[in-house]
Nanobody, 121 residues
C-alpha cells in the first residue's frame, strides 16, 4: 500500500493564495507520477496538474499561469501552489499517485482522501 497525507486546504478570498501538499509513504513501490485532481459541486472530476519523477509537468488550461506544481522526489512529496484564486477554483482537491509495485512490476493508482478549497468573499 501507498499512504497519502494531504494538507493545505481552506477558505480564501478571491485573489488569494493557498499551497497544497501531499506526502506519499512507501518502501515497496516506485512512484512514477504525482498530481492533483479536483471536483466542484455538480461537476465531473478533472485533472488540475501532474508531474513525473523526471520533472515534466502538465496543467489544465484553466489554471495555467496561476498554479504551479512541484515535487520533492527524495521525500515523495508533491505541492500545488495556487495563486490568484477565483471562485471557480472552489472544489475538493485530490492527490493522485501512480506507482509500480517492485515485486511484480505492475502499476497501481492511489488517491488521497481529498481536501476542500473554498474561494469566496
Amino acid at each position: 500500500q501507498v499512504q497519502l497525507v494531504e494538507s493545505g486546504g481552506g477558505l480564501v478570498q478571491p485573489g488569494g493564495s493557498l499551497r497544497l501538499s501531499c506526502a506519499a509513504s512507501t518502501s515497496i513501490f516506485s512512484i512514477n507520477a504525482m498530481g492533483w485532481y479536483r471536483q466542484a459541486p455538480g461537476k465531473q472530476r478533472e485533472l488540475v496538474a501532474v508531474i513525473t519523477s523526471g520533472g515534466s509537468t502538465n496543467y489544465a488550461d484553466s489554471v495555467k499561469g496561476r498554479f504551479t506544481i512541484s515535487r520533492d522526489n527524495a521525500k515523495n512529496t508533491v505541492y500545488l501552489q495556487m495563486n490568484s484564486l477565483k471562485p471557480e477554483d472552489t472544489a475538493v482537491y485530490y492527490c493522485n499517485v501512480r506507482a509500480v509495485k517492485l515485486a511484480n512490476g505492475y502499476e497501481y493508482h492511489y488517491w488521497g482522501q481529498g481536501t476542500q478549497v473554498t474561494v469566496s468573499s
